[in-house]
């Protein structure tokens, strides 16, 4: 939810999807994964939040918008995004 947010507002104010992919990696990673330890917190979970959270957030964040830039372009050089536009 946070990634989404922040690649949204990213996409937003610079339209350029470049911009989206790195919106997605710090809003899930650094803001989703701090959101995950607070509410651990509250369930009586202590851990460390980088090591717990916010690395593997940004682990699998990072491939799956890796994999969502190709996916992008390959559907753009095709001109699918413009038809779905």
């Given at each position: ?35 995950a ?49």
């Amino acid at each position: 939810m946070f990634g989404a947010l922040v690649a949204g507002l990213f996409y937003k104010y610079s339209k350029q999807i470049s911009f989206v992919f790195i919106g997605e990696v710090l809003g899930t990673s650094i803001f989703g994964g701090l959101a995950a330890y607070i509410v651990a917190g509250w369930m009586g979970i202590t851990d460390v939040a980088v090591t717990a959270y916010i690395f593997p957030f940004f682990l699998s964040t990072f491939v799956g918008s890796i994999l969502a830039v190709i996916l992008y372009r390959a559907l753009d050089k095709r001109g699918i995004i413009q038809d779905i536009q």
